[in-house]
C-alpha cells in the first residue's frame, strides 16, 4: 500500500516536469527566431530593436531556470564520475541522497530570494536598465516557480534513492527504451 503511494506521487510528479520541461523547450525556436531578427535588423537594414535583447535574456532566463527539474530528472546534470562510477550501489544511494539533500537546501535558499525580490519588483517597480525597460516581477515569479518544481523533483528522487537503499530494490522498474 505504502510503495503503491510511493509509486503514484514518484510518477505524478514525473509527468508534471516531463511536460514543463517539454514546454519549455518550446521556447528554444521562440529565442532563436528573436536572435535571428534582431542580426538582421541590425546589420542588414541597420535598425536595432530596443526590446531583442532584454527579452532574449529573459527567455534564456527562463529556458535554464525552468529546465533544470527536466534535467535532474534524465539524470543531465554534471557528476563526478570518477569517484561516483568506482563507488557500490549503497553508496552511490548515499551519495546522491546527500547531494539531493544539498540541493533542496539551495532551492529554499533560491525560492525565499525570488519571493523577496518579487516583493521589491512590485512595491519599486523594478525594471530592466535599457531603453525598452521591461517589468522584471514577472522573472522572479518564474524563478520561485522553478526552483519548487526542482525542489519537488529532487524530493521524488530522494524518496526513490531512500527506498532503493533501505530494501535493495527499485521503487519504480525502468522502461526498456530511453525517451530523449
Known amino acids: 500500500m505504502f510503495k503503491k503511494f510511493l509509486q503514484i506521487f514518484c510518477k505524478t510528479i514525473d509527468t508534471i516536469v516531463m511536460w514543463l520541461g517539454k514546454g519549455t523547450s518550446l521556447l528554444m525556436p521562440v529565442l532563436a527566431f528573436i536572435v535571428a531578427f534582431e542580426v538582421v535588423a541590425r546589420y542588414v537594414f541597420d535598425a536595432p530593436t530596443i526590446w531583442a535583447y532584454d527579452l532574449s535574456l529573459f527567455l534564456f532566463g527562463y529556458i535554464a531556470a525552468l529546465g533544470g527539474a527536466y534535467a535532474q530528472q534524465k539524470k543531465s546534470h554534471i557528476n563526478v564520475d570518477i569517484l561516483y562510477l568506482s563507488v557500490s550501489p549503497k553508496v552511490k544511494n548515499i551519495f546522491n541522497l546527500i547531494s539531493y ?51 519537488i523533483q529532487l524530493l521524488r528522487d530522494i524518496i526513490e534513492e531512500a527506498y532503493h537503499l533501505f530494501t535493495g530494490l527499485p521503487l519504480i522498474e525502468k522502461e526498456s527504451k530511453d525517451e530523449y
Open 101 to 151: 539533500s544539498l540541493g533542496i537546501f539551495f532551492l529554499i535558499i533560491v525560492c525565499y530570494m525570488a519571493i523577496t525580490k518579487f516583493n521589491e519588483a512590485i512595491e519599486f517597480d523594478y525594471r530592466r536598465q535599457s531603453e525598452w525597460a521591461p517589468v522584471m516581477w514577472h522573472f522572479w515569479v518564474m524563478l520561485g516557480v522553478a526552483s519548487v518544481v526542482f525542489a
